[in-house]
């Protein structure tokens, strides 16, 4: 996992180059710095102070924002204080969607996004965010890191002006639920709630339930109320959410393998001094595992709690979801041709 990161996070890095004694083109000007009886120089000059902003959907007592302190932390620190990062969660400055696009046209410095929302504009990435695309987060890296599908897909995100500097593990979606769920059977007819994606809604569709798309906010009051029977998200979500006060039974499908690209766009990035460019893709770095290590840590951890409030938890067998869900694969090589199914299994262990 790290060595993945950090190969990500050196690529980045491997798309400038570094100039020497702080990036000052020219040297010193004739006679300007000489004195008698020696040749000294002055020291380079101090970098040009830039403020980034990063938006993103989760809120201020996520892990995610956790992460984007470490990333504010080490940018600073490994910028010499030339770089200072604000944060704005809870959507503060849009939707993902929105905040997506300006990134791209340089109107907002950072985001976080999934490599599957980024099908909206690249729609052959769709399937990054399919159900059971992935054995988990490990594989996910190597099919984008390992395999020349994978590394061209950086190549044209950045030509549409997001700049990967590193990704990271954002959990895995299980689905909670007001009746125990045993095997797919048990999903028939229930109403569940999942937001308005097509991947989401897809994994309802073939695993037999009603799919519900409603606002995130609305979501704890609608379980509560029996007005949706679930709803399907990382632990970590369902525990910032409380959902375990309001549903009985956690049913770990693992469907959705979660991930959460670090983007600065390319605008922004072309701007900033080569040490400022390399301070930032290392802070990110560094961000980025210790944002995987949380999830995975908070997920052996949270089975246990969600337990200990009355939860009950249930392995249902994947199999049978994976292959209800094998017409979307189909569907998609139809549209998009064999290439990223191919890299795929190139990638699995």
Not at 57 to 68: G, I, L, M, R, V
Not at 227 to 255: M, R, W
Request: aromatic fraction near 10%; charged fraction near 25%.
């Amino acid at each position: 996992m790290k060595k993945m990161i950090t190969a990500l996070a050196l690529a980045a890095i491997g798309t400038f180059a570094l100039t020497g004694c702080g990036g000052s083109p020219g040297g010193n000007p004739a006679g300007g710095n000489s004195t008698t009886g020696g040749n000294t120089s002055s020291p380079p000059p101090a970098e040009k102070s830039v403020t980034l902003k990063i938006g993103f959907q989760a809120n201020s007592s996520s892990n995610e924002y956790k992460a984007a302190e470490l990333l504010a932390e080490k940018a600073k620190e490994y910028s010499n204080g030339s770089i200072t990062i604000e944060i704005y969660p809870g959507g503060q400055l849009g939707d993902d969607r929105a905040m997506i696009d300006q990134v791209a046209a340089g109107a907002l410095d950072m985001v976080y996004a999934e490599t599957g929302r980024l099908g909206l504009w690249e729609p052959e990435l769709e399937i990054f965010g399919y159900p059971f695309a992935f054995d988990d987060f490990d594989h996910m890296m190597r099919t984008l890191t390992e395999t020349e599908y994978g590394k061209s897909i950086y190549e044209k995100l950045e030509a549409r002006g997001w700049k990967i500097l590193a990704n990271a593990y954002n959990g895995t979606r299980q689905t909670t639920s007001n009746k125990e769920i045993q095997s797919i059977d048990d999903m028939k007819g229930m109403k569940l709630r999942v937001p308005n994606a097509d991947a989401n809604l897809a994994f309802a569709k073939y695993s037999g339930a009603a799919a519900t798309p409603m606002p995130f906010a609305e979501v704890y009051l609608a379980l509560k109320t029996n007005a949706v029977d679930g709803q399907e998200n990382p632990l970590s979500t369902i525990d910032a959410q409380k959902f375990y006060e309001v549903q009985g039974f956690c049913a770990l499908t693992g469907h959705i393998i979660n991930d959460n690209n670090y983007i600065i766009s390319k605008i922004v990035f072309d701007k900033l001094s080569a040490a400022q460019q390399e301070a930032i893709t290392k802070a990110a770095a560094e961000a980025a595992e210790f944002h995987t290590k949380t999830f995975m840590d908070d997920e052996a951890a949270l089975i246990e709690k969600f337990e200990q409030n009355g939860m009950t938890i249930t392995t249902p067998d994947k199999a049978q979801f994976r292959e209800a869900c094998a017409p979307m694969y189909d569907e998609y090589v139809s549209k998009y041709g064999d290439a990223a199914v191919k890299a795929i299994e190139e990638a699995r262990g």
